[in-house]
């Protein structure tokens, strides 16, 4: 005669331990959407720890902006005007002047837009001293969504390299007629079949970079390959890293940097980006090995990454909501909250990772994010971690993406634990209420 007592404290303590968790959430969000990291305006760019040089990043999606660090770790320079910034690289010859792709989202109609959204890409100098823009070059283009140019390479005075989302396309431009004196189109060498959905977003053209040797190097996102581009035949077969779905050479990576033969290479730096790290890979007797890798238990969709002439590795962790230096030893020693960034460099070094040397030739040493100790603490870090284990980072960066600017990978997890806490505790009000109504278990025994 003791059961209906034992159930009500059953239900009692599933009731409270409900409230409790939730009530965790809540508390958790709250704090995020409260005190949540901002750089939408100058006043809230946190400051950086000192450095040895101006630190430049760019921001796209949320929060467009281009921030320049002084070597002591205030803003030095701060630019919104755009709405999404994409790779930064100094000019030759001026110490304080950097050159940049960005994109301006056009949500009107009108004779720039028939049918909105649209996208106008602009390559632009800006000189972090004055605060001087001069526009290079520009261009309207039809949609917005992988609409964007997100890296230029500067050939000479008047002719850049530009990588073109749009059209699936790497162009050469000169800039003071805007007349295009070279192009290859990926649908030369890929099927329309492969890659991601056509014409959305097919090859998802993200980075381009031209060799001393004259030769162009691209990444192509969703074949999950880097080429090398002849200008007079086209892709050279046997230098291409990677292969479409072939995830654990790479998964749809950003910003591949090559490091030449006179640093330790041939060697390319690449941001594995759903991966969730760093990584190097050598050529090595005509084929690419991977050399190096880096992640730690908070990198999240990583999309540049640089290797420092003294030998460090400078890298932009979008998801993760910072930019960081690791050492040889692959400790962090210096980092910076930044909401979104997407490219980052440190002039003086020279562009990207033109400056630095191999991980072959520098002795480094591999670290994963199980070699790495835990930053910083929350109540549900934990939990995140556990479920990040078996959680794709794909699956996680998809929501992180549009989620609003202050979700971080902590508070995407709350927000999975609240849902399924609560849809259990509504389960089972429902089954105390209306005992009459039965709840099969889809996996059962047959008889």
């Not at 030998?311 to 020693?333: F, P, Q, W």
């Not at 930044?338 to 991980?359: I, N």
Request: with cysteine.
């Amino acid at each position: 005669m003791q059961r209906p007592r034992v159930m009500a404290t059953s239900k009692t303590a599933i009731r409270l331990l409900s409230i409790l968790v939730l009530l965790l959430v809540a508390v958790t969000l709250a704090h995020a959407a409260t005190t949540g990291l901002s750089t939408q305006t100058a006043a809230e760019v946190p400051e950086a720890p000192p450095a040895d040089n101006v630190t430049v990043v760019t921001e796209s999606a949320r929060a467009g902006t281009l921030i320049a660090y002084a070597p002591n770790g205030s803003v030095l320079y701060y630019n919104n005007s755009r709405t999404k910034y994409f790779d930064v690289d100094p000019v030759e010859g001026e110490s304080m002047t950097v050159e940049y792709v960005a994109t301006d989202t056009i949500h009107s109609q009108g004779p720039t837009c028939s049918d909105p959204p649209c996208a106008y890409n602009t390559l632009e100098r800006a000189n972090l001293s004055t605060g001087e823009v001069t526009e290079l070059y520009g261009r309207y283009d039809y949609k917005e969504t992988a609409g964007e140019w997100h890296d230029a390479d500067r050939i000479d005075d008047e002719r850049v390299v530009i990588s073109d989302i749009v059209d699936d396309q790497v162009f050469i431009v000169n800039t003071e007629t805007e007349v295009v004196e070279w192009l290859w189109d990926a649908q030369s060498e890929y099927s329309v079949e492969g890659g991601g959905p056509y014409p959305e977003d097919w090859a998802h053209v993200n980075d381009v970079e031209v060799l001393d040797d004259g030769r162009i190097m691209v990444s192509l996102r969703n074949q999950d390959q880097v080429v090398f581009l002849d200008r007079e035949t086209g892709r050279i077969d046997d230098w291409t890293l990677g292969s479409e779905d072939a995830y654990d050479v790479q998964y749809e990576q950003h910003n591949p940097d090559y490091i030449p033969e006179e640093r330790g290479g041939p060697a390319i730096v690449v941001a594995d980006s759903e991966n969730g790290r760093v990584q190097e890979f050598q050529r090595v007797d005509g084929e690419w090995e991977r050399s190096w890798q880096w992640a730690d238990d908070r990198i999240q969709w990583p999309r540049d990454a640089d290797r420092l002439p003294n030998g460090n590795t400078l890298i932009a962790d979008t998801h993760g909501k910072r930019v960081l230096e690791v050492d040889e030893s692959g400790d962090v020693v210096w980092q910076v909250p930044v909401s979104h960034p997407y490219d980052v460099e440190r002039l003086g070094t020279g562009d990207e990772s033109s400056g630095g040397e191999s991980a072959q030739s520098l002795g480094l040493e591999s670290r994963t994010a199980d070699d790495a100790a835990t930053d910083g603490f929350s109540p549900l870090a934990p939990l995140a971690a556990a479920v990040h284990a078996v959680v794709p980072h794909r699956v996680i960066n998809g929501v992180l993406y549009v989620g609003p600017a202050w979700m971080g990978r902590v508070e995407f997890f709350a927000v999975g634990v609240g849902a399924l806490v609560a849809l259990g505790w509504l389960g089972a009000e429902i089954r105390w209420r209306f005992p009459a109504i039965s709840i099969r278990s889809p996996f059962y025994r047959k008889e």
